[in-house]
């Protein structure tokens, strides 16, 4: 049973670049969250997708986009990074329920440098 | 909105030493999970537990909702027990927006 995966692993981008994470659903899954970790701070949410939409929001701006496929799979994308953008970027998954909350399963993370 | 506290911040123990995580929070919730970040970042799932206890292995959890916390006990601790720990709830009701807590960094030595 795959679990969540997410790639790259690590990424150096200078600011003001853009960047784009991809996550994969653990298997049988249908929503996606992201996820922005800080260092030494829990992680902070910053969007879920079901069904190819954005579903809720956090308190992240606008250069932060995202996309859903067909498969369930997504992306992360954020324009003019900046320096505070640097974080471990996780991505979470999970079955809608009738909307019940149900358990999120977390991948391994992306680790964005921005120098 | 929802506020999560945990204690202690820092917990350093020898191998076998036995402890116990504090998660409180600050509003009803219907759902609340307890997760272990390894060294590399990795956040892995140990508990979902609204209410009640469950336990795995060395590892325990009970969740006091009518008082607003849950505890994770751990005991005869491994250096591999190393790593922070977060327990997170729901921003609301019916929602998969989790809000974490301030976590608990555990460090184990031999």
């Known amino acids: 049973d795959a679990g969540v995966t997410q790639s790259p692993t690590h990424l150096i981008k200078t600011r003001g670049q853009q960047v784009t994470l991809r996550c994969s659903p653990k298997?049988?899954?249908?929503?996606v969250s992201w996820y922005q970790q800080a260092l030494g701070q829990g992680p902070q949410f910053i969007f879920q997708?079901?069904?190819?939409?954005?579903?809720q929001r956090g308190n992240f701006p606008d250069r932060f986009s995202g996309h859903q496929f067909p498969n369930y799979s997504s992306e992360l994308n954020v324009n003019a990074l900046l320096l505070g953008d640097s974080a471990l970027y996780l991505c979470?998954?999970?079955?809608?329920?009738?909307?019940?909350?149900?358990?999120?399963?977390f991948g391994p993370g992306t680790r964005l440098t921005v120098l | 909105g929802i506020q999560v506290e945990q204690s202690p911040p820092d917990l350093i123990l020898q191998e076998g030493a036995n402890s116990t995580l504090r998660c409180n929070f600050s509003?009803?919730?219907?759902?609340l999970q307890w997760f272990h970040q390894n060294p590399w970042g990795q956040l892995i799932n140990l508990f979902y537990?609204?209410?009640g206890t469950k336990q795995n292995g060395r590892l325990s959890a009970t969740t006091v909702a009518t008082e607003r916390y849950s505890l994770l006990y751990i005991s005869s601790s491994q250096t591999t027990d190393s790593g922070v720990y977060f327990c997170a709830v729901p921003k609301a009701y019916n929602t998969d927006k989790l809000i974490f807590g301030t976590g608990t960094r555990l460090q184990v030595f031999p």
């Open positions: 997708y079901y069904e190819e939409e954005e579903r």
């Open positions: 509003d009803s919730v219907n759902n």
């Open positions: 979470a998954s999970s079955l809608e329920a009738g909307g019940v909350t149900d358990t999120q399963y």
């Open positions: 298997s049988g899954h249908d929503t």
């Open positions: 537990i609204p209410s």
